[in-house]
T-cell receptor, first 115, second 110 residues
Framework: DAMVIQNPRYQVTQFGKPVTLSCSQTLNHNVMYWYQQKSSQAPKLLFHYYDKDFNNEADTPDNFQSRRPNTSFCFLDIRSPGLGDAAMYLC??????????????FGPGTRLTVT | SQQGEEDPQALSIQEGENATMNCSYKTSINNLQWYRQNSGRGLVHLILIRSNEREKHSGRLRVTLDTSKKSSSLLITASRAADTASYFCATVPGGNKLVFGAGTILRVKS
């Protein structure tokens, strides 16, 4: 089945130690998104790629970076995680064809703990 | 800032009852979407309603849209324990992205 896969599902890192979260998709969608979601809050968009075109949200901290080496994969790098970065990180995809509905398909998320 | 606001923040009902959640938004939209999120999981797309539609059905789901009031409602009929989840509305204010409302936490008691 076509899907969005996130690895790992749970990640524990130490304060200040760089960490990378990964996302892959078999949907062949041209847009990939990274969201941060804290407990009982809505997902907050960090950035997205439209093909290779990178779009950063204005309030995304510089500590967060992303790479999309090809259509299928996207990575979220947190250079120096702080305690406030502990959250669920969600990857999503969308296929922006002619209909432009912007319906998104989400992975199961990676729960990041910072110790 | 988030475009959508939802109410209630939390809703607790008995199995078999109907659940209604409301969403308001601020700017003009192309469409409005509803997503469900089970605890600790990713979001799942439920239903999409376009700006020129007023009502849409999908199984036990009924969505209405009032563009003059910039509001939408999601009705889940004959609720089941498995419907326990958070529900988010999302709109497209511009660009290639969704903006999510704060969400409604639904608990269905069996």
């Amino acid at each position: 089945d076509a899907m969005v896969i996130q690895n790992p599902r749970y990640q524990v890192t130490q304060f200040g130690k760089p960490v990378t979260l990964s996302c892959s998709q078999t949907l062949n969608h041209n847009v990939m998104y990274w969201y941060q979601q804290k407990s009982s809050q809505a997902p907050k968009l960090l950035f997205h790629y439209y093909d290779k075109d990178f779009n950063n949200e204005a309030d995304t901290p510089d500590n967060f970076q992303s790479r999309r080496p090809n259509t299928s994969f996207c990575f979220l790098d947190i250079r120096s995680p702080g305690l406030g970065d502990a959250a669920m990180y969600l990857c999503a995809t969308s296929n922006l064809g002619g209909s432009r509905t912007y319906e998104q398909y989400f992975g199961p998320g990676t729960r990041l703990t910072v110790t | 800032s988030q475009q959508g606001e939802e109410d209630p923040q939390a809703l607790s009902i008995q199995e078999g009852e109907n659940a209604t959640m409301n969403c308001s938004y601020k700017t003009s939209i192309n469409n409005l979407q509803w997503y469900r999120q089970n605890s600790g999981r990713g979001l799942v797309h439920l239903i999409l309603i376009r700006s020129n539609e007023r009502e849409k059905h999908s199984g036990r789901l009924r969505v209405t849209l009032d563009t003059s009031k910039k509001s939408s409602s999601l009705l889940i009929t004959a609720s089941r324990a498995a419907d326990t989840a958070s529900y988010f509305c999302a709109t497209v204010p511009g660009g290639n992205k969704l903006v999510f409302g704060a969400g409604t936490i639904l608990r269905v008691k069996s």
